[in-house]
């Protein structure tokens, strides 16, 4: 059988789970509980849509996804088109990470591919490449999660992110980024420092020979302080990318 035919296949078996699974477990939008969507296109108008890169630091926005003027970073800009003060936001990433609902892992990818468009990275005109990038350029970075944690969950929320936004931009996916210390969840710290300190050393790249060069899109569900970005970020450039972008579901 062609590799062509395999192909086909898998795309047929895996419309059919998704229409089963559709029938057994519908979907409701989080915001007017309409079925079909986790957001409706009603509901999608309601919220905003961020197309501005910010400093994690000071919060600030910054000109022409640039690095903020007061805050060095490891990644050049930081994209998220929501706001995590959004309950409606709030309440699907929750679900998503906790209720292990991975199916609304594609719709939150299709916000952030948006704020990609509307930040005038991605061309519209050709979903293969970014304006001044080939699609060969770039690679997508999922945040890695360590093994324990991974085992605990089932799946890592950020390469669900990842492979959408992968498949949908034809731009491939790198998984070679790894976590190779159990850490403290960020979640239970405050305190920006302690968050910094907690992280370092935690992530590894396996593979440089595919990193080096390139630009990488680092994904991840949330940003909050910016400390778990800013080590992979610092990790990838080490490993010799030419420029690490960041993009979250929210901040």
Known sequence: MSTFHCREIKIILSKALNFILD?????????????????????????????YSFCPTCKNKT???KKCSLHKTHAKFFLSPFSYDNAMVKNMIHSFKYEFIKSIGPELARFMIRSLEESHLLDCQSANRLPGHQSKELIIVPVPLHKKRLAWRGFNQSEILAKEISKNLNIKLFLDLK????????IEMADIKERAENIIGAFICENTKKVKGKTAILIDDMITTGATIEECARILKKSGAKEVWALTVAK
């Not at 976590?179 to 960020?186: A, D, E, H, M, V």
């Open 23 to 51: 029938l057994l477990f519908p979907k409701f939008c989080f915001g007017c509980k309409k079925e079909g969507l986790y957001v409706c296109q009603d509901c999608a108008r309601q919220i905003q849509i961020n197309h």
């Open 179 to 186: 976590r190779n210390k159990y850490t403290k969840p960020q």
């Open 63 to 65: 000109s022409h996804l």
